[in-house]
């Protein structure tokens, strides 16, 4: 088993779905109009917010599902009420966040005009002041007794939910472009990856570095689908703190892929309460070994639609998509285009998947392709797939300035690197570093054998 027996049961029992997600608008297009609260930049009824600096600034969005002709005025304010009902859905036990620490833009006051669906954005104010590090649950909610008539609400469309992490201020890495590095942990070690930096500002190369890879399996005596570690993975993942700690401490997240191996079950053959309870697994491995995130790759699968699990298909993998997203909203979520992940549908149970997807990575070694699958924005796409291992190194460094420069051209969201090896490949880096980011790539760290 992937986790402790005691986890695993635990995660079994819990057979509720997880309600909390995104805005569905489909389901208020009544003949009235249904207000709901939004994110300015995304539909996510849950989301991560990390709180390392003194302050943070979030804004958000009051919406129609239809335009009306009376003027709507509402207040927005911190339903602390919100906090153990949304635990008791998503078996999690967050404090609530301070209500005295949040602070909102005209005393929370925010207004639609006749026949407008989306007001202006709201700026909330999150103060860290003596909060202890750890995990915080705020709920902001709208004002349903404010609202005119013709308007009508539920709780559930009428609040956000934002959990709140909060820490020691990180590293700026901040770049203008997105690196993921795919690190194969059963030959190389994952250290490798915090070893470069940008020559001038000192920043680190990778922002994203995932551990390649756990997989999903199928459990007879349990007769369900189950996360399993290889030897490789377990080590590094029960050192955390030598392999994993300290890219963190570099300001680089440190996602799990998680991939098929060689039965009937993927990544594409999850659907429904299947979905639901697999992500709950991913979820407590993600949380018990302190990680970032989960990247999702169909490969090595052999479907078959007589399994226990049935046929896989894009709709499954999109439900599977929504299911980490719903069970970790404030976890990375990165999702490998290659297999049915291609044939996700744009929208799945009502549902947008892109909203649930950080980011997508063109799985084609050596090529470049900045057309997106299910709808996701460029902004969050790496169209450009890059193999770093020496012997199959590809593309050329002509080709990956080249395209380096493609992807600055075409709008894209970042670079996608596989398989890097104890060797030096600062001078290959440079050729993508030196167009999307200005500078060349260096080493200022030791580069390491595989230890164990």
């Known amino acids: 088993m992937a986790l402790p027996v005691a986890i695993a049961l635990l995660t079994l029992a819990c057979k509720d779905d997880i309600t909390i997600d995104r805005v569905r608008e489909a389901d208020y297009d009544t003949g009235h109009s249904t207000v709901y609260l939004r994110n300015d930049d995304n539909s996510r009824r849950a989301t991560g917010i990390e709180l390392r600096e003194a302050t943070f600034v979030r804004k958000v969005c009051l919406g129609l599902t ?11 304010s911190v339903d602390q009420t919100a906090v153990e009902s949304y635990n008791k859905t998503n078996f999690t036990t967050y404090d609530a966040f301070p209500a005295a620490q949040v602070s909102f833009d005209n005393g929370g006051v925010v207004s639609l005009g006749k026949w407008q669906t989306l007001s202006l954005p709201m700026g909330i104010t999150l103060e860290k002041g003596a909060l202890a590090a750890g995990k915080y649950l705020l709920p902001i909610a709208i004002d349903r007794e404010a609202l005119g008539g013709g308007i009508s609400s539920d709780r559930e469309g009428s609040t956000l939910y ?16 997105k690196t993921l590095c795919y690190v194969e942990v059963n030959g190389h070690n994952l250290l490798n990856t915090g070893a470069y930096t940008l020559a001038t500002s000192g920043k ?7 551990i390649f890879a ?7 005596d349990e007769q369900r689908p189950y996360l399993k570690f290889n030897e490789n993975v377990r080590h590094i993942l029960t050192h955390r703190d030598k392999y994993v700690k300290p890219l963190q401490d570099k300001g680089i997240k440190v996602i799990l892929c998680v991939l098929g191996n060689h039965d009937f079950t993927g990544v594409a053959s999850l ?9 709950l697994e991913c979820r407590n491995a993600i949380e018990a070994y302190g990680l970032d995130g989960i990247d999702l790759d169909d490969e090595w699968s052999s479907y078959n639609s007589s399994s226990p699990v049935g046929g896989a298909s894009g709709k499954k993998m999109g439900e599977l998509v929504l299911a980490l997203r719903k069970a970790m909203p404030d976890k990375l979520l990165t999702v490998f285009n290659w297999g049915l992940s291609s044939s996700i549908p744009t929208t799945v149970n009502g549902e947008a998947v892109a909203d649930a997807v950080d980011l997508a990575m063109q799985g084609s070694y050596g090529s470049y392709s900045s057309y997106t699958p299910y709808g996701l924005p460029k902004s969050r796409y790496c169209p450009l797939a890059v193999w770093v291992n020496p012997s199959n190194r590809t593309p050329s460094t002509s080709t990956l300035a080249y395209y380096s420069q493609s992807i600055i051209n075409d709008g ?18 440079s050729y993508a570093s030196n167009v999307l980011f200005g500078e060349a790539t260096v080493v200022s760290g030791p580069l390491y054998d595989k230890d164990f």
């Open 66 to 76: 239809k335009g009306v002709e009376t003027p709507c005025r509402t207040t927005l």
């Open 204 to 210: 680190q190369l990778m922002d994203i570095v995932v």
């Open 412 to 429: 894209c969201g970042g670079i996608f690197f596989y398989d890097l090896t104890k060797d030096d490949a600062s001078a290959y880096f």
């Open 214 to 220: 756990a997989n999903v399996n199928y459990n007879y």
């Open 162 to 177: 934002y959990v709140i992490t909060v820490g020691d201020p990180a590293p700026d890495n901040t770049k203008p472009y």
């Open 271 to 279: 659907g429904g309460d299947v979905a639901t309870e697999f992500a």
